[in-house]
């Protein structure tokens, strides 16, 4: 696994983090729960190709 891979998703959730702090304070519940949502979904987005290559491996690995 690439080490960009992790700084990346750190930096999704450190945004994420400061953009939902400042839309709770500005009484915008409902538009930081969309953030937090839309955060998770680009980070499994992109996460989708490494779980693809996990079940890939453990087939081989079991000859299933």
Not at 16 to 40: K, S, Y
């Amino acid at each position: 696994m690439d080490v960009e891979i992790i700084y990346r998703i750190a930096a999704v959730g450190i945004l994420v983090a400061v953009l939902n702090q400042v839309l709770i304070r500005a009484g915008r519940e409902e538009q930081a729960m969309m953030t937090t949502l839309a955060g998770l979904v680009v980070v499994l987005y992109w996460m989708i190709g490494y779980i693809s290559a996990l079940f890939e491996t453990m087939q081989s690995m079991f000859h299933l």
